[in-house]
């Protein structure tokens, strides 16, 4: 798999996979099947749930593992690596098995999202890329997310190419905006490879090019009739910018016929500018004139604009989105949790921490989500062993396990395994969505949960138990360890 800089990706690995890898091979354990998990430690902005992303990347970056002549003789020149070693590299494809929760899927701290298993070597490689997918396009969806809510209905544009921490950062950040609920972006690329629709219209260098403001605007209305959005704040919005645009509006497109226009403000006192330019373009006649707000936007002021009475139909949001700036990082890990033998014998691992939340929850491990059969609403997950099969036509007590004094009882609930086969022997056998379809899935998936796990502040702590089977082998290592289970 190459970069748009001709790189191979393969070796977009930290070098500890490789030197591991080394070891492996020199210890004969190359061939040992060993199970990882990919899962995530904190909601960002402390909110209730996050959105998983970036699927579609890491299956494409698997199809395409392999290693060069030039990646073979740059291992050979550290002189570190066995000649045995670089040429199991050379013949290097992935052979493994992959579980995953489907793109656009509310995910919660410390399930498992992937699940990996894979020979010794080939999983330890697929650490560094897999991550980076992940937490990059699950923090932009997460984003993104919050801040659709936060515009109740409105459209949000993804407008934040140009503050992206690089090439990837601002394409498939676009890509991943787009899942998390934005209508589009301005990203040409992202709508050229991935589909994500493109939009913009015009900046202030436009409107400074004319020798006048109106002119800038009745150029802008010729030329683009069935898409005019005219930027209005270049020199004074209530003064100029606007009365120009009304006059440009009643002199190109109101003699076409034409009422489906835009204004777009980007600076100033966005509530009142946006109510003032309201009530000048409605006694214009232009009622169906849209108002479309940018300028540093995030879920916090747009909620704080809303409630001031701002008159605005879609949003354009940048640097706050694409970097995710209020919490730019999404804290996802790769943990092995089980080894399995030649027999198939699997024997469980755990990583024990003095830092609690590092903890790893042991054993080859699949995930349940338990939806109300009346409400249709998600009730809680559930994280069993790979064995286990619940039973959701009997009553089952859950509890917190960061709380496990907090009880529930689940009645009258529809259990659904959220995990789905990727890869099975190193052949994909998931049929890769749409990126439509995963947004419709994820704003359907998001629909089902409870108004209290996606409010903003303080949000409601969403049950995600284990098994009494999973719990209770958590238990025993622990102990083994010298912990109790009261650090569990």
Known sequence: MKSANGINLTMLCDFYELTMGNGYFENHMQDRVTYFDVFFRDVPDSGGFAIAAGLEQIVDYIQKLHFDEEDIAYLRGRGMFSEG?????????????????????????REPVITVRAPAIQAQLLETYMLLEFNHQSLIATKANRICRAADGRAVLEFG?????????????????????????????????????????????????????????????????DNATLLVDTYNTLKSGIPNAIRAFNDILKPL???????????????YLTQQARRMLDEAGWTECAITASNSLDERLISELLRQDAKINSFGVGERLITAKSAPVFGGVYKLCALEDEQGQITPKI????????????GFKKLYRFYNRESGMAEADYICLHDEVVDDSQPLEICDPQARWKRKLMENFHAVELMVPIFQ????VY??????????????QVSTLWP???????????????????MALKDRMLAEHGRGSDQS
């Open 85 to 109: 070693f670089l040429d199991y590299l050379r013949n290097f494809r992935f052979t493994g098995d992959i579980w995953a929760v489907p793109e656009g899927t509310p995910i919660f701290p």
């Open 431 to 444: 049929q890769l969505p749409s990126l439509r379809e995963i947004k419709t899935y994820c704003a359907y």
């Open 452 to 470: 209290e796990v996606k409010r903003f502040d303080y949000p409601h702590q969403y049950y995600v138990d284990l098994s009494e089977r999973l």
């Open 257 to 271: 016929g034409i009422r489906k226009c835009g204004i777009r403000l980007d600076s100033g006192d966005i509530a």
């Open 351 to 362: 990583k024990v921490s003095e830092n609690v939340g590092k903890i790893t929850n042991p």
């Open 425 to 428: 022997k190193g052949e994909l």
């Open 161 to 225: 190419s140009r503050r992206a921490q690089g090439i990837t950062g601002a394409v498939t950040g676009a890509r991943a905006a787009f899942i998390g609920g934005c209508a589009g972006t301005a990203c040409t690329v992202s709508d050229q490879i991935y589909g994500v629709p493109a939009a913009g219209t015009m900046a202030h260098s436009w409107v400074q090019m004319f020798e006048s403001e109106y002119e800038a605007f009745a150029a802008y209305c010729r030329v683009y009739p």
